[in-house]
């Protein structure tokens, strides 16, 4: 069981988070390198020996994050991939096991409400799909945690460079970067983790090709190596009531092909709309408790972290990773576990 940290600018002190019964290490990533560039490994074994220092493990990578450059397929790609296979490499020498990343354009979430109030008096992310279909992004995409990431004529800028990309281009684009990789990764021993879309839906006309179990069979098929495998987040992809994701554990943890299990519980209804809940199963839409035991039945040994939480009991922080909900569902998953095994010994007397 992990627990992702943002490092030394994150509310949540790493002292606390050794204080979770059942946290074994930090998710986290090198956050002062500019994106595309090789991490170097003086700011690696910093961040690992900080994480350390409170008899916590950093095995895990969330995210290395993939130029637009690489998913547009500009000419820039070949170097940036390169730099990308060194950053694969510097982690490797630090002890990293595993690396997070995904191929969402221009952004890797997309949320309508951070601070979005619930019956009980707790705040959580919420989607409202009717508003994002309003948006025209000629206009300027005006939502909450955007503001930062892009200036409007940069992001209007990019924008317009996708519309030329569709789903087969942005396909062909992930193969290329996957083939560049995957060798690097397989020699330094590393284990690629692919994130899936957030929303796993098309937005502002950019298009998603993680979204359903169809997508995550093509991305396995590029090439069958360890080192080609997934971060199932149960939230992203349950935000499609259509999406089974009992179903995608049992078929790619026992495949040996998860890598990294978020796991979120989140209320959708049929138009799409949706916002993040307790981990609870009868909080949410998802069964967490049949999710787990796909992943106990499955065998599955990889690295869990509790995923988004609510804001709760007053605290404030970074939107959807405070300290109280992610520790209650930390240790919600892991008694879950706790049952499972116990029910296991029992069965083999």
Not at 32 to 58: M, Q, Y
Not at 90 to 100: D, P, R, T, W, Y
Not at 114 to 123: A, N, V, Y
Request: aromatic letters at 8%; glycine letters at 10%; a negative charge.
């Amino acid at each position: 069981m992990t627990f992702r940290w943002y490092g030394a600018s994150d509310p949540v002190p790493l002292a606390h988070i050794r204080q979770i019964p059942g946290i074994d290490g930090i998710v986290s990533a090198v956050y002062d390198v500019p994106v595309g560039e090789v991490w170097p490994l003086d700011n690696i074994r910093a961040l690992k020996a900080l994480i350390e220092s409170h008899d916590l493990k950093f095995e895990v990578a969330e995210s290395v994050p993939v130029h637009e450059d690489i998913k547009l397929g500009r000419p820039t790609r070949d170097r940036l991939i390169g730099n990308f296979a060194q950053t694969l490499r510097n982690l490797s020498q630090c002890g990293l096991k595993v690396v997070c990343y995904n191929f969402m354009p221009v952004f890797d979430w997309t949320r309508t409400a951070l601070e979005l109030k619930l019956d009980d008096g707790s705040t959580t992310l919420g989607f409202d799909a009717d508003l994002v279909n309003r948006i025209d992004p000629e206009q300027g995409i005006n939502l909450p945690g955007w503001d930062t990431s892009y200036k409007p004529e940069d992001l209007k800028a990019l924008l317009a460079e996708y519309r030329g990309v569709g789903e087969d281009e942005l396909w062909a684009n992930l193969l290329y970067f996957l083939k560049g990789v995957i060798p690097a990764a397989e020699e330094a021993g590393i284990k690629l983790a692919l994130h899936p879309d957030d929303p796993p839906r098309p937005i502002f006309g950019l298009p998603r090709i993680v979204k359903n179990v169809r997508d995550l069979r093509r991305v396995l098929a590029v090439s069958d190596t360890p080192a080609n495998g997934l971060t199932l987040c149960s939230g992203s992809l349950g935000a499609d009531l259509d999406n089974d994701i009992v179903s995608m554990v049992r078929e790619f943890a026992g495949q040996g092909r998860i890598h990294f299990a978020h796991i979120r519980n989140l209320k959708v209804d049929e138009k799409g709309n949706f916002h993040e809940t307790a981990h609870k199963s009868d909080c949410g839409s998802l069964d967490i408790g049949a999710i787990v035991a796909a992943y106990h039945t499955a065998g599955y040994d990889g690295y869990f972290r509790s995923d988004h939480g609510r804001m709760i009991w007053g605290e404030t922080g970074k939107p959807g990773y405070g300290l109280y909900d992610r520790a209650l569902g930390a240790v919600y998953i892991n008694g879950l576990w706790e049952g499972l095994d116990n029910a296991r010994r029992e069965a083999e007397r």
